[in-house]
């Protein structure tokens, strides 16, 4: 009985959760025929068993022998032993992908009678001192969680003689690298090597590093690790080896095409450690084996619809495939390569929107340079270097280069361009506090360039010309010096780094591709979405961001236009109806404008809401609730809403307008209300605020045009916190974190709420519009949570319509 662990060739590639993502794409392609190294996979149930127990789980080690055994028979191979000796990479392989956070030891297998087969089997003593050296100095690392040996020992690998007596090299290096380590040892047995990489790799799952990258995307912390054991193909054998990572598009800019880089005479870390430049595919592989990874990517990608990250080796001119995965992509590309998948017929409309996010759909609308100051940095020569563009985006910053300092000086409210000569896993937190990256060596597939991508965050890598002085804290390029703090910029698509900082641009128009993508959400949501406005200028912005409305507030405008103050002075004044005139006054000339630009689309206003907590100062409600009590519930003045109805009628032009009152419970109150508006071409309705509202929503709606819920509003009535720390990172990323929430309510919606929302979806059947507010950045769950419950109909800030409509997409279509 195997309980832990499978063949690849026995595996379900569907079972991901089990095998891990890396297992999974394995199983696939070996049971697609390509040349794939044999293997098998221990499950994370064991991963999930062994952090539970601080031990292996019973039986784990006796299959894992049973398996090793089957591996040697099916490569032809001895495991500690020739005639040609077995070694084996130990990886991690979580189900959700987390590149480069968990660990990996490569050349695993080695004793002293492994080392002599293996140079007796490729007749070359320094490759086998060069795979002594890696696995010795992977293994310390990761397992005993030792320092690298350093320069001392690649001086000595570097010295062997390639005919030299193996047993001898073997006894030099082994010796030199134990020399490294402080009271401990590498085992010489190999498999004892073996039960401590595994133990290794289910131990990196809780590591600091990984942590944090899953806090940050959200990943469950109970899922667990796959390892992944597999024998070993060799890159650094000869001149005609090497190892790669290859894209079946460009994941910087969704073109069409193989994209990825190859180093000669290296192994796989080689490539994403960023410590060498690699060279493009491309130009670097020989012909035939370029002409047989194209095919086999080609099928990969029709076979899986998705752009593919996949990792080769070449073993003396032998193509081995060593893992596929979903590409990580920059925004910009996730937007092309989802439309033209389903341009291209390999995806349906579903599945290539599954593949954007609306963050990532944000971040395709963010700002960027004002052209005029890039020409103007190039002619004044301050372009001081250009590597290679890994993650598009313009920014600029304080130059930091050190990633706690990263942290804490945006977590003082700078933004960080975060300079490296190489990332590392250990400098993440720095990352994801950074608005840019650069660091000096590395290529598209390294970390820096990798992690970036998942982040979305401007990088720029292998700026060769740059030399970080950590311990003098600057930066010195081609002659030049810039100290930590110096302002920077960072063209993330040209590669460039510029002293200095730049003023941003307005952001630039929608892609062509992502109005192909937003069109095919629309049409499977089948659902409004109305933009919120507040001046005439914006009215343009929402209509080109695909809004079929419009939403305001008679209090947002007057803000806006400075004209506020004058709204109170009115409502301060004790003088009746002069003052409401007054306030009818103010509405119109404000109003005229932002209605004009409106034109024929709909426009929704919110009345004066004189308790809004979010504007508690600029109303002076205190002094106002004070002198007139009244005001405090929502029709305690009638004529104050029916001065609001007159100026939006004097302003409305040829707009459909509607007036929504905010912190309606009641029946009664509608109907009041509706008296109020009877007679008025401008509609009436109610905001509904509180968990009473939501019970009577079915008899408030039956008397009013419109029904507005404000789910932020609710959700916080509900939670009993102020509404306006549902817009804020603190204090309730702290109470998350501790486990005191069952729900964010920022991110979904409670279950409290939800049922108070099944009563509102049911006033649609009053024939009144029922719409659902949301302030702020929009959460997918969310929109997902209120499209399963019926409504069809959202009013979002202007920045979220692209991103709710993706979203509204992938909720009717999932």
Known sequence: MTAFTIAFDEADPADVDRLGGKGSGLARMTRQGLRVPPGYVIGTDAC??????????????????????????????TFGGGPVPLLLSVRSGAPISMPGMMDTILNLGLDRAAAVALAEATGDSRFVADVVARFHAMYAETVLDALDPGEGVDALVAAVDPGEDPGAVYDRIWAACEETLLGESVPADPREQLVGAIEAVFRSWNTRRARTYRDFHGIPHDLGTAVVVQSMVFGNLSDDSGSGVVFTRNPVTGEPGLFGEYLAHSQGEDVVAGTRTPDPVAEALAPDVLAELRATCDGLERAQGDVLDIEFTVERGTLYLLQVRSAKRTPEAAVRIAADLVAEGLAAPAAALRGVSAEQVRQVQRPGFADADVARARAEGRVLTTGIGACPGQVSGVLVLDPD?????????????LARTVTSPADLHGMIAAQGIVTATGGSTSHAAVVARALGTTCVVGAGALRVDETARTLHVDGRTLHEGDEVSLDGSTGELFAGRFAVSTPAAATGALGDLLAMAS??????????????????????AGASGLVTAIDDVLVATGHLDGLVSHLLADDGATALDGVADLVATEFAPLLAAAGDVEIGVRAIDLVADEARELLQQTALTTRHPELTVPLGRPALVEAQLRGLERAAGAARVHLAVRHLTDAAEAAALRELGTGSPVGVGAYVTGPRAAFAAKEIAAAGDVLWVEVRTLQAAVFGIPARHLLTAEPLDGYVRRGLLSCDPRVALDPAVEDLLVRVAAAQDAGCRVGMRLSGRVSEQMVA????????????????????RLALGKAALQ
């Open 523 to 544: 049409d499977g949501a089948g659902a409004e979405v109305l933009a919120r406005v507040t001046l005439p200028s914006d009215v343009s912005d929402a209509r080109d």
């Open 48 to 77: 999930r068993a062994y952090l539970g127990a601080s031990s292996l789980p019973d039986g784990l080690v006796d299959e894992v022998r049973g398996r090793l055994a089957a591996l040697e028979s099916t490569a032809g191979k």
């Open 785 to 804: 949570q209120l499209y399963a419950l019926g409504f069809r109909r959202f009013a979002v800030d202007v920045g979220e319509v692209r991103p709710v």
């Open 405 to 417: 300092r990263a942290g804490e000086r945006a977590a003082a409210g700078e933004d960080v361009v």
